[in-house]
């Protein structure tokens, strides 16, 4: 079983950028999907991205798209989402979970991802 721990987030300011991690272990992530989500005060859990494992097809939602990048480092059994031109919007706290592979490409729709990490909050100043 796929263990999972988020990292890099923090308190940072308007226009800046964050690269979050989400490292496995417990097994490779190459026979993975990944996720990203978050999870702001009183909202619903928000699917942003995913990534497969081969040949590494991604998704974003609406809100993120241009501003957030996906992508994988399977020799460092990590997946990294790099977010720029953060806003207060963006506050949340931010989770990466996985789900096996099964097809060539992937939705982030929490419901589909059985594993998941204990997220790591982000918070963005004005």
């Known amino acids: 079983q796929v263990q999972l721990v988020e990292s890099g987030g923090g308190l940072v300011q308007a226009g800046d950028s964050l690269r979050l991690s989400c490292a496995a272990s417990g097994t490779s992530l190459e026979y993975y999907t990944i996720g990203w989500f978050r999870q702001a005060p009183g909202n619903e859990r928000e699917g942003i991205s995913c990534?497969?494992?081969?040949?590494?097809?991604?998704d974003y939602s609406h809100s993120v798209q241009g501003r957030f990048t996906i992508t994988r480092d399977n020799a460092k059994n990590t997946v990294y989402l790099q977010i720029n031109s953060l806003n207060l919007d963006d506050t949340a706290v931010y989770y990466c979970?996985?789900?096996?592979?099964?097809?060539?490409?992937?939705?982030?729709?929490?419901?589909?991802?059985?594993?998941w990490g204990q997220g790591t909050q982000v918070t963005v100043s004005s």
């Open positions: 990534i497969t494992n081969e040949p590494g097809s991604t």
């Open positions: 979970a996985a789900d096996r592979a099964r097809t060539l490409s992937c939705a982030p729709v929490p419901g589909v991802y059985p594993y």
